[in-house]
Nanobody, 124 residues
């Protein structure tokens, strides 16, 4: 079992930065692929970024490439999402997700564990 808890959301102006963190419980955190998704009301959960446990390789949605950076610290059981140059369209609830697998999955249905989400609001 893995429990995830996000933190770091809030209100920020367009062009600003926010850093999200996800703290995971569980002794085998290092064996989980970790990803961030986001969701706005009425839409499906959207993949944002992921980091594989096996290689540390990262995958990003085209909409955030060059602006967002995902990283993980297996010693601290955390995964972070540094979000720079934020745009109003980045406004969403951001979720941390985990799956016991080697590679990054883009489909939300493939993930086994989810955090409660944290709101990020970008004002124009």
């Amino acid at each position: 079992q893995v429990q995830l808890r996000e933190s770091g959301g809030g209100l920020v102006q367009a062009g600003g930065s926010v850093r999200l963190s996800c703290l995971a419980s569980g002794r085998t955190f290092s064996r989980y692929t970790m990803s961030w998704f986001r969701q706005i009301p009425g839409k499906e959960r959207e993949f944002v970024a992921g980091v594989a446990w096996s290689t540390g390789s990262t995958v990003y949605a085209d909409s955030v490439k060059g602006r967002f950076t995902i990283s993980r610290d297996n010693a601290e059981n955390t995964v972070s999402l540094q979000m720079n140059s934020l745009k109003p369209e980045d406004t969403a609830v951001y979720y941390c997700a985990a799956k016991f697998t080697s590679g990054v999955m883009l489909n939300a249905d493939r993930y086994d564990y989810w955090g409660q989400g944290t709101q990020v609001t970008v004002s124009s």
